[in-house]
């Protein structure tokens, strides 16, 4: 008889499961090996443009498709313990949380396609909490509207724009044609989206970069943007963090693309916003929001509209 295969992601398992989330037999199905819960800011998970100054309990859960060399939270997305844990399990701890943070809000890391049978739960049985996701995009095409459908708003981490580069990091090159693939599809499905893109020591090249931002401001160029920073993780122990004025050269480039584009740093005026003609929208320090100027979704100076939900 032929073994099923998982249709989730484009490397279609039949055996064991690559990313470890599913045990695979006939049918995928979840398993839960480890998982983290927190409350944090909404800035801190790295959204800049969806309710500024809000906080959502952040789920982070094992198992990964994408396997980066890097993973920031290779901690619980790769380390399993032997005790499985239930949907329902998981998903009680959730909710309790968010209760007593009294928290409308639930994101889940990008490793969230795994999670998609977790958010169809919340969405069809707690359906007043919003879904916000981090993902990597390394969807099988025929999964990719669902998992946009069912989510509020969507950050995309994307950590090159080419298959050399993402041979670099993980085992599967042609995923970054996938993140790709998945910038069009949320856009053409007004969903709500904004990007990260890793500067890697060594790896990243400027031309790549420039690719990507020709592409993106052809999708849309008030998509935001984040220039962000490689910091050391996982096996990726011997590579130098990124160094900041190489971090603000790209950021720099990025600003003649982009109307609205961040770099990863604490200080004004990298993490603040402002509208497409330089009037200040909101300031931060850090994570904190400290001033939101922004008057019924416009610019309170020049009154454009500002692609800011709030
Ligand atoms: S896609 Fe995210 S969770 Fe998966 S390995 Fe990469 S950084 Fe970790």
Sequence with gaps: MRKKKCELCPIACTDISICMGFSLADSPIRTYRNYKITHISIEKIGFYHYYPGSSAILVVTSGCNLLCSFCPEHDTVFSFSREKKSLNTLLSRILNLAERMGCHMIAFYCNSILDIDLMKSIREKFGYYKIVTLTNGFISSSHMIDYIKIVDAILLRIFGFSEETYSRITPFPDAYRYAREFIDVAKNNNKFLEVEFYVIPGITKEREFLYFLEFLREVNRDIPLHVRRFRPNFVELERR????????????IARKYLNYVY????????????????????????????????????CPICGVEVPIVA
């Design 241 to 252: 963090p990124t160094r900041t004025e190489v971090l603000l050269h790209y950021y720099n």
């Design 263 to 298: 770099a990863d740093l604490w200080i004004s005026p990298y993490s603040d916003t402002f509208c497409p003609n330089g009037h200040l929208l909101i300031s931060r320090f850090g994570w904190k929001v400290k001033k939101v100027y922004i008057k019924k979704g416009r």
